[in-house]
């Protein structure tokens, strides 16, 4: 049973670039969360999405945007990259009626140069 | 609003010593939960514990105990006898009833000297 996989593992860009980072969710999880992680801190919830849609969102600018496909895997897309957008993205995905425990896959590291 | 604090930012202990990691809570809910998770060097958060606020119970597992206390609004993490293997940094967490995000605390990074 495969768990939370995400890719890529790291990725630099350039300040101004557009990124997208992916994540499946764990077998039979239909719930993803994204988080953003900056170095020494604790993860901050950026988005989730349920049956296609974003069903809340944290304190994020619209920047960061997302998308949730028919097999539950997810994008996140961050446009405009700013040199504080350097961070690890975390993926989390929730079992079907399970909505507290989230599973979290091994992260994007992200460098903004 | 939701908030969890871990007050300790580094701990370091000698292995096999016993370590205990502070985690305090605020929320406005009388339904939420609590979660304990592990974050090795390689970034993955490993899903420790879940403990719902209507369960004071404390647990055990192997090496890992936990003590929720509602009238002190804390959920502390005891590790005994601890293994190198052991060193990461630990997070405490809560989601409340009205919504699917986890609030993290900072961490606390726990060094397990040879």
């Known amino acids: 049973d495969a768990g939370v996989t995400q890719s890529p593992t790291h990725l630099i860009k350039t300040r101004g670039q557009q990124v997208t980072l992916r994540c499946s969710p764990k077998?039979?999880?239909?719930?993803v969360s994204w988080y953003q992680q900056a170095l020494g801190q604790g993860p901050q919830f950026i988005f989730q999405?349920?049956?296609?849609?974003?069903?809340q969102r944290g304190n994020f600018p619209d920047r960061f945007s997302g998308h949730q496909f028919p097999n539950y895997s997810s994008e996140l897309n961050v446009n405009a990259l700013l040199l504080g957008d350097s961070a690890l993205y975390l993926c989390?995905?929730?079992?079907?009626?399970?909505?507290?425990?989230?599973?979290f896959g091994p992260g994007t590291r992200l460098l903004v140069l | 609003a939701q908030k969890v604090t871990q007050a300790q930012t580094e701990i370091s202990v000698v292995e096999k010593e016993d370590v205990t990691l502070d985690c305090v809570y605020e929320?406005?809910?009388?339904?939420?939960?609590l979660f304990w998770y592990k974050q090795p060097p390689s970034g993955e958060l490993v899903f420790l514990i879940r403990?719902?606020?209507?369960?004071?119970q404390n647990e055990i597992s192997g090496r890992y105990s936990w003590n929720f206390q509602k009238s002190t609004s804390s959920f502390n993490f005891t590790i005994t006898a601890s293994q190198v293997v052991d060193s990461a940094v630990y997070f405490c967490?809560?989601?409340?009833?009205?919504?699917?995000?986890?609030?993290f605390g900072k961490g606390t990074r726990l060094h397990i000297l040879p």
């Open positions: 989390a995905s929730i079992g079907i009626g399970q909505q507290e425990t989230q599973y």
């Open positions: 077998s039979g999880h239909d719930t």
């Open positions: 999405y349920y049956e296609e849609e974003e069903r």
């Open positions: 929320t406005r809910d009388t339904t939420y939960y």
């Open positions: 403990r719902n606020s209507f369960d004071e």
């Open positions: 967490a809560l989601i409340d009833d009205r919504d699917d995000k986890i609030i």
